[in-house]
């Protein structure tokens, strides 16, 4: 892994930290540009998110 990405890993921490959830999973399927997000707390719900490189929280 490049230190660029190892940066931009490390940025999300703090968020990820803020989650209420015990566990969290991500998964992005490059293909069909899907970020499938996962999270655990008691039971299992997941999450979708469609053409994710074109959208930013903010």
Not at 25 to 52: C, F, H, K, P, Q
């Amino acid at each position: 892994m490049e230190a660029v990405e190892v940066r931009k890993a490390l940025n999300l921490v703090p968020a990820l930290l803020d989650v209420l959830y015990s566990g969290i999973w991500t998964v992005y399927d490059r293909e069909d540009d899907d970020l499938i997000i996962r999270y655990e707390n008691g039971s299992v719900v997941g999450s979708a998110v469609l053409n994710a490189s074109r959208g930013r929280a903010g």
